[in-house]
Structure formats: structure tokens, C-alpha cells
């Protein structure tokens, strides 16, 4: 690996580590949070949380239903639920030592 790809990814590990240490929760997006669920999610966990409607329904175009009286609800839609990701407090300290190690290794190779 060469100086230049070494001292990147120490940079970056660098600044994922402050980050994390900054932030202390991520609210997912609609998109991402039905990606979440439909990948990652324990399917118990979800069918507790009364989530599982939410990965089934999507937008239909069908011209019968936009005819119907449940074209109203479409119009005003519930909100969207959004996945709230809370990271462990330690876990910025080994990304960050990682990114220090790396960055001093980088800094001892020869220049490319």
C-alpha cells in the first residue's frame, strides 16, 4: 500500500472517529429506513415495532384507485417512520486510534 493510499484512509478513520464522537444519533431517511428494515432488521423486532406495513405499502398508480374515495388519504399520507441509529459510546475511540496509527505509519513509509 502506498504512502498516499495509507495517509487517506487515516484521514478518513481520522475524521469518521470525531464524528462519531460529535454526533450523538443518526435519523435514517424513508428510503434508508426501509432499506434498514428489509435487509438488517430482525423480522421480530420489526413486527413489534408495527413496521411491517410500512415495507409492504408503496405508492399505486392504479387508475381505479385514484378514481376512489382513498384517493384523499394519498393526498395527506402519514408521515413516513424514520429509524433512529444510535452508536455506542466507545465505539469513536478504536476508529480514531485506528485512523492515529495509520497516519503515523503512513508518515515513516518512503514518499511515493
Known amino acids: 500500500m502506498s ?8 484521514f478518513l ?14 435519523h435514517l431517511t424513508p428510503a434508508a429506513t ?8 430482525d423480522p421480530e ?8 406495513n ?3 405499502s408503496g405508492p399505486s398508480n392504479s387508475m381505479f384507485q385514484s378514481a376512489s374515495y382513498s384517493s384523499f388519504n394519498q393526498m395527506n399520507p402519514l ?7 444510535t452508536p455506542p459510546n466507545w465505539i469513536c475511540w478504536p476508529i480514531f486510534f485506528l ?5 503515523l505509519t503512513g508518515l515513516s513509509m518512503p514518499k511515493d
Request: charged fraction near 15%; hydrophobic fraction near 50%.
Open 45 to 52: 423486532i420489526v413486527a413489534k415495532q408495527g413496521l411491517q
Open 99 to 103: 485512523g492515529a496509527f495509520m497516519f
Open 13 to 26: 478513520l481520522l475524521f469518521v472517529g470525531l464524528k462519531l464522537r460529535t454526533v450523538q444519533s443518526y
Open 79 to 85: 408521515p413516513a417512520p424514520q429509524k433512529v441509529v
Open 54 to 56: 410500512f415495507t409492504n
Open 3 to 10: 504512502r498516499t493510499t495509507t495517509l487517506t484512509i487515516a
Open 34 to 41: 426501509k432499506f434498514w428494515i428489509e435487509r438488517i432488521e
